[in-house]
């Protein structure tokens, strides 16, 4: 089956060093209370959108986050979506993440994202490598993240793996590549973010937005994976 397999070997399909540590979203629309004694939470839109193929929109899927270098799977966090995040906007599939993290100095590698249909099971990374330093008692709103894929050039970074190669070629993973913006939204996030999970209603959410994206950066780590 090709997702059980896809699955077993998740970081090596996008271009991860080895497998992580599946983590759930730090909180849900059940939730009536956030504990933060212990830890900070990070709220984070993001949103893809497939113009290269636009038949096969993916889905924001996981996000890949890192602490001290991700040298051991207990260091490598892959948090994965769930259904009550997701959100459609101007044709791109959107989901808001809600993740908690310890103390300490983190790096958000990347987002996967799926396309899943009978036929085909594309999946896609769209490379972040975003800082993070965490403080204990907060709820932090990140920003929002927006993800083009369009026709690669000139030896750009994938959009996606390579391998199966028809899925991929097909959903326009191979031959694509990612535009990535990243910008404060805060008011339209929070709202969203409020609706969708009541416990939100009278936090206290500062704002950490993450740097520009910095595509040299992510060129130079493609090719050296």
Request: aromatic share 12%; with cysteine; hydrophobic share 40%.
């Amino acid at each position: 089956m090709k997702i059980a397999q896809f699955l077993c070997c998740l970081a090596s399909a996008l271009l991860l060093a080895a497998c992580a540590t599946p983590t759930k979203m730090g909180f849900n629309q059940k939730t009536e209370k956030l504990d933060v004694s212990q830890e900070s939470i990070y709220l984070l839109s993001v949103d893809m959108k497939n113009e290269y193929k636009p038949d096969y929109q993916p889905t924001p899927w996981i996000l890949h986050m890192e602490k001290n270098g991700g040298t051991t799977v207990a260091d490598k966090l892959n948090y994965i979506a769930d259904s009550e995040g997701a959100y459609t906007k101007d044709g791109a599939n959107g989901y808001l993440y809600r993740f908690s993290l310890k103390p300490g100095k983190y790096k958000l590698v990347a987002d996967s994202g799926k396309y899943h249909s009978l036929l085909l099971f594309g999946h896609f990374l769209m490379p972040l490598h975003e800082e993070i330093e965490v403080k204990p008692g907060q709820i932090v709103y990140l920003g929002h993240v927006s993800g083009t894929i369009r026709l690669r050039k000139d030896k750009e970074f994938r959009a996606g793996a390579v391998i199966p190669l028809i899925d991929q070629a097909v959903v326009g993973a191979a031959e694509g590549t990612y535009d990535v913006t990243i910008n404060d939204q805060y008011d339209a996030d929070i709202a969203k973010f409020t609706e969708q999970f009541p416990v939100l209603k009278n936090a206290v959410v500062t704002k950490q937005i993450l740097s520009p994206f910095n595509r040299e950066y992510a060129q130079q780590w493609w090719e050296q994976h």
